[in-house]
Nanobody, 115 residues
Framework: QVQLVESGGGLVQPGGSLRLSCAAS????????MGWYRQAPGKQRELVAT???????NYADPVKGRFTISRDNAKKTGYLQMNSLRAEDTAVYYC?????????WGQGTQVTVSS
């Protein structure tokens, strides 16, 4: 059974940084694309960034140049480095893994950017 567990969220001041982690189990991990999404209160879940098994990366426009997605296949873990955080980045952040025809989601981690 595939499980994804996010960590690393918290409260940070504007301009600060956070690094989110997504630990996977029950999967080969390395051959599947994964991604980060976020959902702010009252809004739909939206794409943040994705990374394929071949390390092809895509970012949503609002985070380009500030966020970096990466993965460590040996540790079966994905990462999202977030720099220059803004109030509008406040949301619950979710990681997902696309394994064959199914998409698995983690439980989410809260990121709050506030002074």
């Amino acid at each position: 059974q595939v499980q994804l567990v996010e960590s690393g969220g918290g409260l940070v001041q504007p301009g600060g940084s956070l690094r989110l982690s997504c630990a996977a189990s029950g999967t080969i991990f390395s051959i599947y694309p994964m991604g980060w999404y976020r959902q702010a209160p009252g809004k739909q879940r939206e794409l943040v960034a994705t990374i394929t098994a071949g390390y092809r990366i895509n970012y949503a426009d609002p985070v380009k140049g500030r966020f970096t997605i990466s993965r460590d296949n040996a540790k079966k873990t994905g990462y999202l480095q977030m720099n220059s955080l803004r109030a509008e980045d406040t949301a619950v952040y979710y990681c997902n893994l696309q394994q064959n025809n199914f998409v698995y989601w983690g439980q989410g981690t809260q990121v709050t950017v506030s002074s």
